[in-house]
Antibody
Framework: EVQLVQSGAEVKKPGESLKISCKGS????????IGWVRQMPGKGLEWMGI????????RYSPSFQGQVTISADKSISTAYLQWSSLKASDTAMYYC????????WGQGTLVTVSS | SYELTQPPSVSVSPGQTARITCSGD??????AYWYQQKSGQAPVLVIY???KRPSGIPERFSGSSSGTMATLTISGAQVEDEADYYC????????????FGGGTKLTVL
């Protein structure tokens, strides 16, 4: 059974750094792209970017380029989304999803940024 | 940047047919995908490659695409189908960059 399990909810202050994770199982982790999707409170889905764990090839949406970093550690079948300096506007639910045309999704990680 | 456009809301009575549209310039060349998101839950794929239905998705869900418009049809909509629906596709650059439509709130009552 394909599963994507994300790390737990985070509460951070503006300016802090953060790295959230997404662990894949039940399939060949290095053979499928993993993408990240943002959903701000009460809003729609926004595609952020994807990574191919097999060679770490990474693509970003122009809206998120330079704002976040996507990475992966294929040795532990885990993809990451990180921020170096959070803003209040980063408050959102973040989902990971398998493949460039997402078929399986993680349960989501709620990130709250507040002073 | 590439955009997909959906109506904000669609409303039907139980048993009626609901149609949700998605328009985008690259849709003649790229497949459309549809996701259902119920309140507080992760999205679920209900249609892939314009018209294919994943295992476990009821037959009342179908998809089609013609020109720059893709359509999700729910034949005989049920109360449990009330949710937000998002279309998704990739841009035509070949860079695997994805884009979601703005979402359509389906009300069944």
């Amino acid at each position: 059974e394909v599963q994507l399990v994300q790390s737990g909810a985070e509460v951070k202050k503006p300016g802090e750094s953060l790295k959230i994770s997404c662990k894949g199982s039940g399939y060949s982790f290095t053979s499928y792209w993993i993408g990240w999707v943002r959903q701000m409170p009460g809003k729609g889905l926004e595609w952020m970017g994807i990574i191919y764990p097999g060679d770490s090839d990474t693509r970003y949406s122009p809206s998120f380029q330079g704002q976040v970093t996507i990475s992966a550690d294929k040795s532990i079948s885990t993809a990451y989304l990180q921020w170096s300096s959070l803003k209040a506007s980063d408050t959102a639910m973040y989902y990971c999803a398998r493949d460039t045309t997402p078929d399986y999704w993680g349960q989501g990680t709620l990130v709250t940024v507040s002073s | 940047s590439y955009e997909l456009t959906q109506p904000p809301s669609v409303s039907v009575s139980p048993g009626q047919t609901a149609r949700i549209t998605c328009s985008g310039d690259a849709l003649p060349k790229k497949y459309a995908y549809w996701y259902q998101q119920k309140s507080g839950q992760a999205p679920v794929l209900v249609i892939y490659e314009d018209s294919k239905r994943p295992s476990g998705i009821p037959e009342r869900f179908s998809g089609s695409s013609s020109g720059t418009m893709a359509t999700l049809t729910i034949s005989g909509a049920q109360v449990e189908d009330e949710a937000d629906y998002y279309c998704y596709s990739t841009d035509s650059s070949g860079n695997h960059r994805g884009v979601f439509g703005g979402g359509t709130k389906l009300t069944v009552l």
